[in-house]
């Protein structure tokens, strides 16, 4: 921006320049040819000053219109993430609410969550500070309390209800489309 006001500045001083030269070749009695070469230089001048301002002004409401929209697209962010927060809380609280339901005990309740995140046997034993074969039978517990056989049905049993919601929504919409 700055380069192109500069820019525009440098031009509109030659072209005043050149036509102080201009009318100073008319004193001295210039050839026309001559006067006749500075004033086309002039008159680029001027076609390249007008072309450059019409283009810096309409660069300039671009990035003003770019501004406005990315300041709206941030406030959207901030609406969504501060509905994800909102949503990942109320989810885990459910979770916890079925942790209690199943009786797992606090250190089961850590591991479950750490399952659920996808971090493996011995990650979770590095996070826990702890071995690796107190965490698998800690899941083993979980998993009998959790009545499933593994830690792949443990993780879908709290996805069935989003995974169901979606199957029944496109199974209503289907016959929808499949009409139109």
């Not at 009998?144 to 830690?151: L, P, T, Y």
């Not at 996805?159 to 929504?169: C, R, T, V």
């Not at 199974?171 to 489309?177: C, D, F, G, I, S």
Request: charged content about 25%; some cysteine.
């Amino acid at each position: 921006m700055k380069k192109d006001v500069v820019i525009i500045v440098l031009l509109v001083l030659i072209m005043l320049f050149k036509l102080l030269d201009i009318v100073a070749d008319f004193q001295l009695d210039i050839p026309a040819w001559h006067i006749a070469q500075e004033g086309i230089l002039v008159l680029l001048t001027v076609i390249a000053t007008v072309y450059l301002s019409h283009d810096l002004m309409r660069r300039s409401r671009q990035v003003k219109t770019l501004a406005q929209r990315l300041a709206k697209a941030d406030k959207q962010i901030d609406n969504m993430t501060s509905q994800m927060r909102s949503a990942r809380q109320e989810y885990s609280q459910a979770v916890s609410s079925q942790f209690a339901t199943w009786g797992f005990t606090k250190s089961e309740q850590q591991v479950a969550f750490l399952l659920l995140k996808g971090l493996s046997f011995k990650e979770i034993a590095e996070v826990r500070q702890t071995k690796e074969k107190t965490v698998r039978q800690q899941a083993s517990s979980i998993y009998s309390k959790a009545d499933v056989d593994g830690r792949h049905t443990f993780c879908a049993w709290f996805m069935e209800d989003f995974i169901q919601e979606h199957n029944q929504d496109v199974a209503t919409k289907a016959p929808a489309n499949e009409a139109a």
